[in-house]
Each structure stands twice: as structure tokens, then as C-alpha cells.
């Protein structure tokens, strides 16, 4: 099973400045089998990226995925007020198909 | 529009049975995977179960295998699971959701959820 490692657990950032969260595999993730899902409270999650940097459908270009192997990025490059909430990274490349722990980014 | 309705959910003891359905509509069923993942009251994302768009093959979380069977019915657009044995530990919102091609994969849409809770 690959596990899946999210740093840091927390984030406290203020509106406008850049979040940068990391997945780390426990071994390699298959052909960069790798996405990005953003909840809030209350809430069912939301892909934000797959394949390691595809946005999906809607989701705007402030989010940018980066990363191969085992180590991987998601950057926010300037963070709104909607963007507070927990993001966790999913390995789809061997099942299980394993989630992270998550990162909450949380408001200053 | 995708949408996913889960229902089934609800309070059961220790060792007894649910099952969980959930009703697609909004795009071509047959042709896609579907999943079940779950999160524990204020805890994280566990993928649960993936069953391929012809309903061929499965995956199942090792939490899961041999108590819980993921089955769908491509003619009635319904995703099911079907819980057995059930645990304390098996306490969740259990979301229904739909894959982005008939192998399975990541998750593209959530249904909104139905919680399960296991008790005595």
C-alpha cells in the first residue's frame, strides 16, 4: 500500500499570500497518478487537480499542481478567502487508491 | 448536470447489515467507474471500493474486503454497497462519487454523503 505523507498538517496564511503544500509517497506513484481535492466544512470535497498538474474543469489558475515520483507540490499562488479549507492529495496508481491526511490552510 | 444521491445511511448495531444506494443521473452510466469513500466524524478521506463502468471488476480497501460489496445496476443508473459485519470503526459519511473513465481512477464528482453510524 502506498502511503501517503501531507505537510505541513496546518498552514496559517493571510488573504493574498502564496500556499505551497506537499504529498510525499511512501514509494513511486505510477505515471504521476496523482490528485488534488479541496474541502470545506459541511461539504463533499472538490478535485481541484489530477494527473499531478491538470486543473480540472472550473477550477481557477491560481491552483497549480507540480511534481513526479514520489514528491509532489500544490501551489496556490495567491490565496482568496474561499480557498481556507483542507486539501488532500489521492494516489490513483495502485489500488488502494490511498488519500492523504490533509493540510488545513487556515486564516491568520 | 452530474448528480449522485446517496441514501441508505442511518444508526445500526455492531455486527449487523446496511446497504447504501446511490441514484446517478445527468451522464452515461455504463460508461463510467464508480466509488465509494468514506470519512470518519472529523477525520480524513478513506477510499472504500471502485467498480468498473461494466460492473467487471472491483477494488476493495483492505478495512473493508470481505465484509463490504460494491455492485451496481447499469439499467437503473444505481450505485449500491453493501455493508456487513459492520464495526464501530465503519462510523462515517460514506460518499458515493464518479470516476473520470469506465477504469476508475481519481474522483471528477461527490455525491453530497450518508452517514453512517454504528452503535449499540
Known amino acids: 500500500e502506498i502511503v501517503l505523507t501531507q505537510s505541513p498538517g496546518t498552514l496559517s496564511l493571510s488573504p493574498g499570500e502564496r500556499a505551497t503544500l506537499s504529498c510525499r509517497a511512501s514509494q513511486r506513484v505510477s505515471s504521476s497518478y496523482l490528485a488534488w481535492y479541496q474541502q470545506k466544512p459541511g461539504q463533499a470535497p472538490r478535485l481541484l487537480i489530477y494527473?499531478?498538474?491538470s486543473r480540472a474543469t472550473g477550477i481557477p489558475d491560481r491552483f497549480s499542481g507540480s511534481g513526479s515520483g514520489t514528491d509532489f507540490i500544490l501551489t496556490i499562488s495567491r490565496l482568496e478567502p474561499e480557498d481556507f479549507a483542507v486539501y488532500y492529495c489521492q494516489q490513483y496508481g495502485n489500488s488502494p487508491f490511498t488519500f492523504g491526511p490533509g493540510t488545513k490552510v487556515d486564516i491568520k | 448536470e452530474v448528480q449522485l444521491v446517496e441514501s441508505g445511511g442511518g444508526l445500526v448495531q455492531p455486527g449487523g447489515s446496511l446497504r447504501l444506494s446511490c441514484a446517478a443521473s445527468?451522464?452515461?452510466?455504463?460508461?463510467?467507474?464508480m466509488i465509494w469513500v468514506r470519512q470518519a466524524p472529523g477525520k480524513g478521506l478513506e477510499w472504500v471500493s471502485t467498480?468498473?463502468?461494466?460492473?467487471?471488476?472491483?477494488y476493495y480497501a483492505d478495512s473493508v474486503k470481505g465484509r463490504f460489496t460494491i455492485s451496481r445496476d447499469n439499467s437503473k443508473n444505481t450505485l449500491y454497497l453493501q455493508m456487513n459485519s459492520l464495526r464501530a470503526e465503519d462510523t462515517a459519511v460514506y460518499y458515493c462519487?464518479?470516476?473520470?473513465?469506465?477504469?476508475?481512477?481519481?474522483?471528477?464528482?461527490w455525491g453530497q454523503g450518508t452517514l453512517v453510524t454504528v452503535s449499540s
Open positions: 467498480i468498473t463502468g461494466s460492473g467487471g471488476s472491483t
Open positions: 494527473g499531478a498538474s
Open positions: 445527468g451522464f452515461t452510466f455504463s460508461s463510467f467507474a
Open positions: 462519487a464518479k470516476a473520470p473513465n469506465r477504469y476508475g481512477d481519481y474522483v471528477d464528482y
